[in-house]
């Protein structure tokens, strides 16, 4: 196992506290693990602990660390369109631990995939994404997923008419969830104005201008018994600004199709770290 260096470092007035998994010295790519979702440096599972110690120990500098507001960091909590100055921060930190650095890669997971989206363009020293299971729900698509990826697998399962016969099923309550989602389908996403990040328009919108504002390579994971990948994959597949973007030539697409949203057991951990190194030996080598 590489070494561990416990680190506290300033963003704004806040203190972020991080683990720097510190790899080889003479390594010239650092990984920054961003956190997705209210967790914190260790991840659901210990998966941010695992997949830092595979990168570190094949010799890439890893950083994990936590948000404004989450786990050990001082400040407010911010969601993940608010955390550009702790990206800035923790690369900053990263790069001062190892000045050898020429180049940070992010590794995201749900909506740190989409933070890191709205992040990357805009620091030079980012030069590679991984986006594992990108949130890109709004009203619209979460309705579109459930109606595409739920109800009609239900519909077309021998076990849901078998238990609809014997009485199992409350038939009513499935009908008014239906029509519910129905209705959502249907409904407008409200656009979000240009502000900080200088980008615009509905979530999936402004994902993909972050998406072609960012030069370098992607390596896209998506688990197979995850809804928030199958919603991303229908955003990806279906919505004009996504367009082309997701069979570019810079695009390492991955499927993992027994695994869940936060890959919670180690053979699926393990199959993600060795996606995300065999990408990074071939991108950066």
């Keep these: ?25 003479q390594t010239e790519t650092g990984v920054l693990i961003v956190v997705g979702g209210p967790q914190y440096r260790v991840g659901s599972h210990r998966q941010f602990v695992h997949l830092a110690r595979a990168l570190a120990a094949a010799g890439y500098p890893v950083l ?26 923790a690369i900053d930190q990263l790069c001062a631990a190892r000045p050898g650095l020429k180049r940070v890669v992010l590794w995201g997971l ?7 989206l709205f992040y990357a363009w805009r620091d030079p020293r980012v030069t590679g994404l991984v986006l594992a299971n ?21 519909l077309t399962s021998r076990e849901f008419w078998l238990k609809l016969l014997k009485g199992g099923l409350r038939l009513g309550d499935s009908l008014a969830s239906l029509r519910g989602f129905l209705r959502q389908r249907q409904s407008a996403e409200p656009g ?10 509905s979530l999936p919108e402004r994902m993909a ?28 597949g279906g919505h004009t600004a996504w ?20 890959f919670s057991c180690q053979a699926w951990r ?7 190194l065999d990408w990074l030996r071939t991108r950066f080598p």
């Design 270 to 276: 393990d199959q993600v770290a060795g996606l995300t």
């Design 209 to 236: 201008q972050g998406w072609r504002r960012f030069p370098g390579p992607l390596l896209v994971l998506l688990s197979g018994d995850d809804l928030t990948a199958r919603e991303f994959e229908d955003v990806a």
């Design 134 to 154: 990108p949130w890109a729900r709004t009203a619209a698509s979460e309705a579109e997923a459930y109606l595409k990826h739920y109800y009609w697998s239900r």
């Design 110 to 116: 749900c909506d740190a995939a989409s933070a890191s």
């Design 192 to 201: 979000v104005a240009a502000g900080e990040n200088a980008l615009s328009g």
């Design 64 to 89: 994990r660390f936590d948000y404004s507001g989450m786990g050990d960091a001082g400040g407010a909590p911010r969601n993940f369109e608010q955390v550009d100055r702790d990206l800035k921060a």
């Design 243 to 262: 367009k082309g973007l997701l069979a570019e030539g810079r695009v390492r697409l991955e499927r993992l199709p027994e695994a869940n949203h936060t």
């Design 1 to 25: 196992m590489s070494g561990l260096q416990a680190l506290v470092f300033p963003c704004g007035e806040a203190e972020l506290v991080g683990v720097l998994h510190e790899g080889h010295a």
